[in-house]
């Protein structure tokens, strides 16, 4: 029975990579050699010996084969950002790390290496350093001047989430709690860095301050992303805050907010202007400002629903009743340009239905 069992543990290792199926099989098979291992030690005599003689049988082909083949598919998973999307590999990263995972346990619990426990130490160390570079990138190409590039944020956070999994699947609870860190530290920075955008959005700015906060805004799901984040930190700070005291990163989400308040007038301003003018330009610089405006209230709506706070519901529904007001004049200015007129009317309908029902008694 028991040489059946190792067996089996040499077969399963041979190709553990090839599918999702073999390498689960990898595990269980290592898990009932590891109790078989476990009692055959306990027994003592010959059963003892032949447990220590498989158990380094089995080393050989780890330290040999399986390691390596893992390395490389993590190496692979680092060089594409920890993603598991169209990879080439038959088995993700995170399955991977479950199979380093087994290893790491069965030779701790069998004493026959530390060469898994090792690799996982070194993956975790590689992500943390992955992680703060690209904290420290996405820092250094903040400028004044600019907005911040939501979808280039969006797919780090994305990262970050993925390299926050393989390390709780490697049961590495000090590098998972400081790629944790790293995240929520760069979901901040990015809202920060789009306020600063925003506040430069008054009546006074030019053309140039306009261009990038459409550009920031209009990819919303990008930004939806950031705000999520940081929203969920903000959860994770209020369990350990006194109840009456705002807690930064709240701070940070509440000026967010508040910058879109005060942004929203400007633009609604523009759209009047806009509405009223008159030439071949009007109805494109209308449909921009509008789809703003849309962004600008969906974003509202979403930290309405966060921070339960009722002037963000006052705020998003004004510019949903303001622009209504101007709907008749907008879908004149774009009259002669029937894909236009589409488009406004689609997105007029979107903004109409961006409004948030007042739950005030």
């Given at each position: 029975m028991f040489d059946a069992c190792l067996r089996a543990a040499e077969r399963s290792l041979d190709a553990p990579l090839a599918?999702?199926?073999?390498?689960?099989?990898?595990?269980?098979?290592?898990?009932?050699?590891?109790?078989?291992?476990?009692?055959?030690?306990?027994?003592?005599?010959?059963?003892?010996?032949?447990?220590?003689?498989?158990?380094?049988?089995?080393?050989?082909?780890?330290?040999?084969?399986?390691?390596?083949?893992?390395?490389?598919?993590?190496?692979?998973?680092?060089?594409?950002?920890?993603?598991a999307e169209d990879a080439p590999e038959a088995v993700t990263p995170l399955e991977a790390a479950a199979l380093l995972?087994?290893?790491?346990?069965?030779?701790?619990?069998?004493?026959?290496?530390?060469?898994?426990?090792?690799?996982?130490?070194?993956?975790?160390?590689?992500?943390t350093a992955d992680a703060k570079a690209c904290v420290d990138r996405f820092k250094s190409?903040?400028?004044?001047?600019?907005?911040?590039?939501y979808r280039a944020a969006a797919t780090d956070l994305a990262q970050l989430e993925a390299m926050i999994r393989l390390a709780g699947r490697l049961n590495q609870t000090k590098?998972?709690?400081e790629l944790r860190r790293l995240r929520d530290h760069y979901a901040k920075t990015a809202l920060l860095s789009a306020l600063g955008v925003i506040d430069r959005g008054g009546d006074a700015a030019?053309?140039?301050?306009?261009?990038?906060?459409?550009?920031?805004?209009?990819?919303?799901e990008h930004v939806v992303a950031v705000i999520s984040r940081t929203i969920d930190v903000v959860e994770q700070e209020r369990?350990?805050?006194?109840?009456?005291?705002?807690?930064?990163?709240?701070?940070?989400?509440?000026?967010?907010?508040?910058?879109?308040?005060?942004?929203?007038?400007?633009y609604v301003r523009m759209l009047k202007n806009t509405a009223a003018a008159r030439g071949t330009a009007a109805p494109e610089f209308?449909?921009?400002?509008?789809?703003?405006?849309?962004?600008?209230?969906?974003?509202?709506?979403?930290?309405?629903?966060?921070?339960?706070?009722?002037?963000?519901?006052?705020a998003a529904n004004k510019i949903v009743a303001d622009v209504s007001d101007l709907r008749g004049k907008l879908l004149h200015t774009a009259r002669n340009d029937q894909p236009l007129l589409l488009r406004m009317h689609e997105t007029l309908d979107s903004l109409a239905a961006a409004s948030v029902p007042d739950a005030r008694p």
């Open positions: 599918s999702t199926a073999t390498l689960r099989n990898a595990i269980a098979c290592l898990s009932r050699f590891g109790d078989d291992h476990r009692r055959a030690m306990a027994d003592g005599g010959e059963l003892r010996r032949a447990a220590q003689a498989g158990a380094a049988r089995l080393q050989k082909q780890i330290a040999g084969t399986v390691l390596p083949a893992l390395a490389g598919l993590f190496d692979a998973a680092a060089a594409r950002g920890w993603q995972s087994a290893l790491t346990e069965w030779q701790r619990a069998s004493g026959s290496g530390t060469e898994a426990g090792a690799q996982a130490v070194r993956l975790c160390t590689r992500m190409l903040q400028r004044p001047e600019d907005s911040p590039d590098p998972q709690a030019d053309m140039f301050v306009h261009f990038d906060i459409a550009a920031m805004l209009v990819s919303v369990e350990h805050s006194h109840p009456h005291v705002e807690t930064l990163s709240e701070h940070v989400v509440r000026d967010f907010a508040s910058g879109l308040m005060r942004l929203a007038p400007t209308g449909f921009s400002v509008l789809r703003v405006l849309l962004q600008i209230t969906r974003l509202i709506r979403i930290l309405h629903y966060h921070l339960d706070d009722e002037t963000l519901a006052d």
